[in-house]
């Protein structure tokens, strides 16, 4: 059995992230979100409303399921038996961000990093820029997952 640990902050999930975890359904058996705490980093929501949000969006697919965590990545996927972390990619600093961890991860604990390229018509979306639409009370609807709620 194949399983995956997509890790993020996710605040808020976006469609970009939705789109990493449907296509990584596809050659995954299990993908697990997983949302990292850490208490350094402000955000906008409370990690609880995070998960829930989070797990209602998916609440009719079994393969997924959504954790926060505390730690190091690698600890939280080995802990839970995935053999794999998902990143999504948009831009080319991303890609050497995460390339840089995932030697770290891959020498660290054996597990690889699968990394997906972002849907060309989602590079613009981020949780950073979905956050500032928010504090200045603008719709987000349209960089969410369908069915998303922001409350």
Known sequence: MLKAIFPGTFDPFTIGHYS?????LT??????IGIGVN???RTWFPTEKRVQMIRDLFKDEPRISV???TGLTVDFASERGAGFIIRGIRTVRDFEYEETIADINRKLSGIETILLFTEPELTSVSSTIVRELLQYGKDVTPFLPEGMKIE
């Open 20 to 24: 990493v975890v449907k296509r990584a």
């Open 27 to 32: 050659f995954m058996d299990e993908v697990i």
């Open 39 to 41: 208490d350094g980093k």
């Open 67 to 69: 954790e926060a965590y």
